[in-house]
């Protein structure tokens, strides 16, 4: 049991570039979340979704684009990366229903745009 | 809209001493309350909630809603107890997202 996982780990992106984080979840997780930890800031949230097919915009949406086509599946996207973007990517499930808003989180995916 | 405040970015004590982290909110509706916890070099993990009302790792935290407070407590800090905690909140509803705080760094001393 895989929990949440969040591909890559590691990126370096160079100013106006895209890319794709995947987070997967092995737990029939209806709820996923995408938050972004900056020092001093804690998590914001980016974008979430309450099930397959549908999404959300977060505290702070702007620049970040996400899709959820399949359940276990939740793409955060990056169409121009900016410097301000370089941050710490941490992708979240929960239950709908007993256990709802208790997050099980990924590792986390570093993110540094030049 | 709601808030989360965790007013201190590091705090310090020394192995044995009591501990204290400071979470303050403000929401307009009922709230519910965690403490989520990252160790180093490990995922961000429930720590414990206010509905649940139990202790964890010795670790306690009371609903305060006159004070609108949810201050995460130890009598006696453990080495082991040193990462980052951060407060969060969740809104009630379908959307069910959890507002975080910005986090407080505790380094237990030896």
């Known amino acids: 049991n895989a929990g949440v996982t969040q591909t890559p780990k590691f990126r370096v992106l160079k100013t106006g570039q895209s890319m794709t984080l995947l987070c997967a979840q092995d737990?029939?997780?209806?709820?996923m979340y995408w938050y972004r930890q900056d020092p001093g800031m804690g998590l914001r949230l980016i974008h979430y979704?309450?099930?397959?097919?549908?999404?959300a915009k977060g505290e702070v949406p702007d620049g970040y684009n996400v899709s959820r086509l399949k359940k276990q599946n939740f793409l955060l996207g990056l169409e121009s990366a900016a410097p301000s973007q370089t941050s710490v990517y941490f992708c979240?499930?929960?239950?709908?229903?007993?256990?709802?808003?208790?997050?099980?989180f990924g590792a986390g995916s570093r993110l540094t745009v030049l | 809209a709601q808030r989360v405040t965790q007013p201190e970015k590091l705090l310090s004590v020394f192995k044995g001493a009591p501990v204290e982290l400071k979470c303050n909110y403000s929401?307009?509706?009922?709230?519910?309350l965690f403490w989520y916890v990252q160790y180093s070099r490990q995922r961000l993990q429930l720590l414990l909630r206010?509905?649940s009302r139990e202790s964890i790792k010795g670790f306690t935290a009371d609903l305060n809603k006159g004070e609108t407070s949810f201050h995460l407590k130890k009598p006696f800090a453990q080495e082991e107890d040193s990462a980052m905690y951060y407060c969060a909140l969740s809104s009630s509803g379908s959307a069910r997202q959890l507002t975080f705080g910005s986090g407080t760094q505790l380094t237990v001393l030896p």
């Open positions: 929401y307009s509706g009922s709230p519910e």
């Open positions: 206010h509905i």
């Open positions: 979240a499930s929960t239950l709908e229903g007993y256990g709802a808003n208790v997050l099980t």
């Open positions: 737990m029939n997780h209806e709820y």
């Open positions: 979704s309450v099930g397959e097919g549908t999404t």
